[in-house]
């Protein structure tokens, strides 16, 4: 799920308190549920191959505090969102370098372990990259992949529409050079680029109205925001008629009302050397 | 997930002992995640509503030793395969009853629990079935209803013939007046049908080919065999080509091969009067 996706200050911004409260409740909720199993030794190399701004480094920073990461991305307008945003949580342990994963600035053997959350689906070349990491973990070094996966959200009430528009994302992230249903294949993904020991784990996010701050978060905030960001492209690209994506979006938003219930998947890899 | 569609003789007869074994390991595992969260206090009475061939009723017989278990189907055929499968095992906690959700032969608040398991897929109405059951259940009694959603299923490579296979799936059993879909509905419905404290868990089964015996026994000799028996009907009904329908079908398998993946999602909910 890519970040800039993820519940921003855009979102939060003219919600009230009590809706806020909602964001970071679930935000924490799913920060446990992906990430919660991952915590680096004191004194260990960590290299964070695509921090985007950060999102996902504080909170891996938060989980291993003895651990000396090293966040890089290509982009370095978001390198230095991210560098913000650690330092506003008062985090000491992340240095942050600009580099391409396919061309990184380190030494072979570098690294106790490599942490890569929500990039691979955004790249041409996944298993290149997974790849060209390799050589940069320590004999018996670990790799840690999370990924989500858009093709294994359904929900209740099922709508057509819904389907066709979740559909418009996937084939746009295609379109685009990514792959929005990547999670599912991290096995094969991981294996082929020269692992071993490749565990994969599925994190479910299941949200019924039992769950009404993940509901508003997540269902709605996180997961619909998202393929509703599309919209002016599937316009532009007539995948979709206004109406039906209209609808397929409503019937979206209505799945974390009262009765409604939602489900997505993310998966996890992790892997030696 | 219908019962007659589970590894049953009909699948083994003619496969090697290592290849009973692995259907016996993976249907020991599925056991464990569908079930093994479910265990009725020593002396409760337990209604098993819709026991089929008593698949499932060996399993809870035995997580439950101490519990009497009332196991019922409308089927008076599939009640008696069922009474011979639990007798084969040597369970003496099981008393088997012929009759019919929607008028069954019992007194108001005659028992502590009630378990449904891949029951009210197969109904026109079920929440009419869940409303039923509920003056059955003495005063803070539970209710225990476990249902699989064919649409959850996603798989790794994807392939349309072998989405749209199992959607003739999903077709057929909505022709028939059931729902293949249910799971995912299980919390609205389970609340509307008058329960309280309605908790529903999803358990994703999650197979890649570090698991070979649930790729052989689950994604190809379960789901795949199970779509794949339908597939007369949708020759009669020219749902799809039989081309297509072929090329479905061994898109499925192949997803059991080397590196292929395949998810699907049961749902648990417990609920109480």
Redesign the interface.
């Known amino acids: 799920m890519p970040e800039k996706h993820l519940p921003s200050t855009s979102y939060v911004h003219g919600y009230s308190d009590r809706e806020s409260e909602r964001l970071a409740d679930q935000a924490q909720t799913l920060a446990n549920l992906l990430h919660d199993d991952t915590n680096f030794p004191r004194g260990s190399q960590v290299l964070e191959a695509g921090c985007g701004i950060g999102a996902q480094t504080v909170i891996l920073a938060r989980n291993s505090p003895g651990a000396h990461i090293t966040s890089i991305d290509i982009s370095a307008d978001s390198l230095k969102r991210a560098e913000e945003n650690v330092r506003k949580e008062g985090i000491t342990n992340v240095m942050f370098r600009h580099g391409d994963i396919f061309s990184l600035p380190f030494e072979k053997e570098q690294f106790d372990h490599i942490f890569v959350c929500f990039v691979l689906e955004h790249l041409a070349d996944p298993r290149g990259a997974l790849e060209h990491l390799r050589p940069l973990l320590k004999k018996d070094g670990t790799i840690t992949v999370i990924e989500g ?1 858009h ?2 959200a ?3 009430p ?1 709508n057509d529409d819904a389907g066709r528009a979740v559909q418009c994302l996937v084939d746009l992230q295609r379109e685009a050079g990514g792959n929005a ?1 990547i999670g ?2 991290l ?2 993904l991981v ?2 680029a020269g692992y071993r020991d ?5 994190r ?1 996010v ?1 949200v ?3 769950r009404p701050r993940l509901a508003e978060g997540f269902t709605k905030l996180t997961f619909t925001a998202m393929v509703e960001g599309v919209g002016p492209e599937v316009e532009r690209q007539g995948l979709m008629t206004r109406d039906a994506w209209a609808r397929g979006i409503a019937a979206l938003y209505r799945t974390g009302e009262h ?3 939602f ?1 997505y ?1 993310f998966f996890k890899a992790t892997a030696r050397k």
Chains 1, 2 share one sequence.
């Open positions: 996966d093709g294994s359904f929900f209740y099922e249903l599912r294949e096995y094969p294996s082929s490749v565990h994969v784990s599925p479910i299941y019924d109205s039992s009765d409604g219930v489900c998947t």
